[in-house]
């Protein structure tokens, strides 16, 4: 799958389900819907760029950016009520940005590093450790987990297309990462914490609109 085929895919997923998500929350979801639309739209001219950068090393087997993302056509339906409905407090939300703010920059360092195998671990260690505050608070962050998941599975391909092709396609993985950091810098506050106010009308808006990537992989 293309990046930009991704996002495409995620975009008509969000659009589809903003009149049901809409309808559940007497139009509450319909501005968080809507951001969704608006930042997935953003982002389409750098993924244009990245597929075509990518289709030249695709020509020569490097599978960069085709095996990087996961399909959405198998996704919980929107009906489907969250597991948990707390709002999160501003005290963990604030230590879940700075959790993260510190990760990204450990994950940056181990990328010029060249330390890759402590980059995965720090990546999979923050995603247990939001995991584990969900279960503690009753509260979900599903965007920033997906993001995180996605910096995960890319990294890790990314180390076997270096090794495949002695270095040479790393700075378009790195590229791709940065990209994701982006998207996490407001993935708390822009939207999970909006989520967790619909979550607390036992809707399931973003819960059920993103792949659990790590479970397939």
């Not at 990087?68 to 963990?92: G, Q």
């Not at 230590?95 to 990546?123: F, P, R, T, W």
Request: charged letters at 20%; glycine letters at 4%; aromatic letters at 10%.
């Amino acid at each position: 799958m293309s990046f930009t085929g991704h996002v495409l895919e995620a975009i008509k997923i969000n659009y589809q389900r903003r009149k049901i998500y809409s309808r559940l929350t007497d139009g509450k979801s319909h501005s968080l819907s809507n951001r969704l639309i608006f930042y997935e739209i953003s982002i389409l001219p750098l993924t244009f760029l990245i597929d075509f950068i990518a289709f030249f090393y695709q020509l020569f087997g490097i599978p960069i950016v085709k095996n990087d993302f996961v399909s959405l056509s198998d996704l919980p339906e929107p009906t489907i009520p969250p597991r948990f409905r707390n709002s999160a407090s501003s005290e963990l939300i604030e230590e879940i940005e700075n959790l993260l703010c510190a990760s990204v920059k450990s994950i940056y360092m181990c990328l010029n590093k060249k330390d890759h195998e402590k980059g995965l671990l720090q990546i999979h260690g923050m995603i247990e450790n939001i995991k584990y505050r969900e279960e503690q608070n009753k509260t979900l962050f599903p965007m920033t987990i997906h993001i995180l998941e996605s910096i995960f599975l890319i990294f890790s391909n990314g180390i076997e297309y270096s090794k495949r092709c002695k270095g040479c396609s790393f700075w378009l993985t790195k590229s791709i990462l940065q990209l994701h950091f982006l998207g996490l810098k407001r993935s708390v506050q822009k939207c999970d914490v909006p989520a967790q106010k619909i979550h607390s009308l036992n809707v399931g808006i973003i819960v059920n609109d993103v792949p659990q990537i790590l479970k397939l992989y």
